[in-house]
């Protein structure tokens, strides 16, 4: 069935049981996600980059960051649907049918005012010192 | 140094659960104040992490449990159990509370597609289970599981950054910085931004860990200076990345060091 990712989260949780301990070891640039809207699919504007939470904030941060958090386990679902997508027997019709999908495609409407109209689209990148590489462009999705 | 008293498994244990009480009770509510990411509205909505369990019979438990009322609920369990635990300790309802404890976080884990802040759901994991160890008869084992696991986790990653070029180089910590995941303070970014901080910081960051399991050989006073050093690593990781949830989670984990630091 498409999107069915049980395997994947029994290897994250056994990844949380049996820890690596590896941190930062590896420091490669990270996807980015943009988005663009318009008022019809022919006339969506240009695109944005979608802002993380704030810096860290002193004492406060230490004791309470709850949106900083949310932004870290929020920017962990772009490297779960690259992860997906990257499957040996993944094709575009599944790939929007991906649960890492369906999260990212709310992460992306979360950018958006709230009562915004028309529609949308959003796209993972990578930012190298001299270019920035596409890895995904979803369909345009109506709001 | 010489002149503090030792420290008792009984203790050890007291201060473990107290601090890993308190991260407890800190991870619950930060997740409490964002409920509206795991809402139908929200980004987390169940109605799609459900997808996940299609074909799992546990799926309608799951459904109960983690929905936005159920895991609200998980959570609101989490707080209670967290501030309920330290006066648990050595009673019977130690192991129960514990592992009561244990699978609210294993529950918040799956929610969030296997962890939600991954080194610091893992450290708190291996604390509650040296605790739930410790609780269920066996202190030296649930104790001595926490404090091997602190030193991998220091040592291992020492190790793992030694091997990479950009860490041995110095310009890993001045990448780390501007990494878009991360909004680090400006004064910070400049900081590490400079090559020859860059590559002090990391050599000392890569000395620090690598050295960690000397904590466990060479004595308390060594440890203790170990466990001094861990907080202002921590703090400064506060500092520069936000990731304030390790900070606790480690802390509750270096009583169970020291206890094993001691000589008999």
């Known amino acids: 069935m498409p999107g069915f990712t049980g395997g994947a989260l029994s290897l994250r949780l056994a990844r949380a049981l049996l820890p690596a301990w590896r941190f930062f ?13 318009g008022a019809a699919a022919e006339a969506l504007g240009a695109w944005e980059t979608a802002k993380p939470a704030g810096p860290s904030n002193g004492i406060i ?52 005012p709230a009562h915004a109209s028309g529609c949308y689209q959003f796209r993972l990148t990578l930012e190298h010192t001299a270019s920035v590489e596409e890895l995904l462009v979803s369909s345009v999705i109506a709001l | 140094v010489s002149t503090l008293p030792p420290l008792s498994g009984t203790l ?52 109960l449990l983690l929905s936005y009322r159920g895991f609200f609920g998980v959570l609101l369990t ?70 091997a696991q602190v030193v991998l ?25 501007v990494a878009r995941q991360y909004v680090v303070p400006a004064p910070a970014r400049r900081l590490l931004g400079t090559p020859w ?16 399991p000397l904590s466990l050989l060479l004595g308390r006073t060594v440890a203790l200076g170990f466990v001094l050093a861990g907080l202002c690593f921590h703090l400064a990781i506060v500092g520069t990345l936000g990731l304030n949830r390790f900070f606790w989670a480690w802390l509750a984990a270096y009583p169970a060091l020291l206890y094993f630091s001691e000589p008999g």
């Open chain 1, 25 to 37: 070891d590896e420091i490669e640039p990270a996807p980015r996600l943009s988005v663009r809207m």
């Open chain 1, 61 to 112: 941060s230490l004791l309470f960051r709850p949106a900083g958090n949310l932004a870290l386990a929020s920017h962990a679902l772009l490297e779960q649907l690259l992860d997906d997508v990257a499957a040996p027997d993944m094709s575009a019709e599944r790939v929007e049918q991906l649960v890492s999908y369906k999260l990212v495609t709310r992460l992306a409407r979360a950018q958006l």
């Open chain 2, 12 to 63: 050890t244990l007291l201060f473990t659960t107290r601090l890993l009480s308190l991260a407890l009770v800190l991870q619950a509510l930060e997740l409490l104040s964002v409920r509206r990411a795991f809402s139908e509205q929200g980004v987390f909505a169940w109605s799609e992490l459900r997808r996940d369990f299609a074909r799992s019979p546990a799926r309608p438990l799951l459904d």
């Open chain 2, 78 to 147: 989490q707080l209670l159990l967290a501030l309920l635990m330290p006066l648990t300790v050595g009673t019977r309802l130690g192991a129960p509370c514990t592992t009561m404890l244990l699978g609210t976080v294993l529950l918040v884990g799956v929610r969030f597609r296997g962890s939600y802040n991954g080194g610091s759901d893992a450290m708190t994991l291996v604390v509650l289970l040296g605790v739930l160890a410790a609780q269920c008869g066996y202190p030296r084992l649930g104790l001595g599981y926490i404090a």
């Open chain 2, 153 to 177: 986790s220091y040592f291992v990653a020492g190790l793992s950054k030694l091997r990479s070029l950009r860490w041995r180089q110095g310009s890993a910590l001045s990448e780390l910085v």
């Open chain 2, 197 to 212: 901080v860059s590559r002090l910081g990391g050599w000392a960051v890569m000395g620090f860990e690598c050295a960690f």
